[in-house]
């Protein structure tokens, strides 16, 4: 079966420094991987979205980056840290191209102070 | 632009009873939605889908029901347990890459 994993679970950084989630797929192979974010007690935000390796699709314009630097893995970057990057930061997968189903991680809590 | 929203944010409702959560789209042109669970703290869980050319999907306890002709999404939870409490989103599928849009959620609390 597959899993999705993400690291770290919490984590907490000042204003203006680096960042890095990451996220890994396990038991498929070529997935699409999905970044999102959710502000408390919001919906959903898509961020980056990617259908293969070195293939990244970005949604909306911002200070975060994503990378795939393998089939399987998906990463999310920041040089510097804004207090409006706090959130809820989700990754999913899903098999197909077409209407498919997402499945999600457990997410990642980041808190910039 | 096109957007997935919900009429209701908050439902309470009594263990046993059933409970309706409505969603309205705008996209006509989606064909595939998705309804999810989130518990707090946690990722969005899948409970069901629907492709666009069904009205009607019964999974366990629950069923969604589509329709079309008002761009209307609603999940049906029967028999509605204190294991339900969470918020619930429904999100349509809007083309390549198999992107979804997501409502804003409706939290659902089960009085016992």
């Known amino acids: 079966s597959q899993t999705i994993h993400q690291w770290p679970a919490t984590l907490v950084q000042p204003v203006g420094s680096p960042l890095s989630l990451e996220c890994t797929v396990e038991?498929?192979?070529?997935?699409?991987l999905y970044w999102y974010r959710q502000a408390a007690g919001r919906g959903l935000q898509l961020l980056f979205y990617s259908v293969g390796i070195g293939q990244i699709s970005s949604e909306v314009p911002q200070n975060l980056s994503a990378s795939r630097p393998q089939d399987r893995q998906f990463i999310l970057s920041s040089k510097k840290l804004l207090l409006s990057d706090s959130g809820f930061y989700l990754c999913?997968?899903?098999?197909?191209?077409?209407?498919?189903?997402?499945?999600f991680g457990p997410g990642t809590r980041l808190t910039v102070l | 632009g096109e957007s997935v929203g919900l009429h209701l944010p908050t439902l309470s409702v009594q263990e046993g009873d059933n409970s309706i959560i409505n969603c309205a789209y705008s996209?006509?042109?989606?064909?595939?939605f998705i309804w999810y669970k989130q518990e707090s703290g946690k990722g969005p869980q899948f409970i069901i889908d629907?492709?666009?050319?069904?009205d009607k999907r019964q999974g366990q306890r629950v069923t969604v029901l589509l329709n079309k002709t008002v761009k209307h999404l609603s999940l049906q939870i029967a028999a509605t347990q204190p294991g339900d409490s969470a918020v619930y989103f429904c999100a349509e599928n809007i083309g390549y890459g198999n992107k979804l849009v997501f409502g804003a959620g409706t939290i659902l609390r089960v009085k016992s």
């Open positions: 999913a997968w899903s098999p197909g191209l077409f209407t498919d189903t997402q499945y």
């Open positions: 629907i492709r666009s050319n069904m």
């Open positions: 996209n006509s042109a989606s064909d595939y």
């Open positions: 038991g498929t192979s070529n997935p699409n």
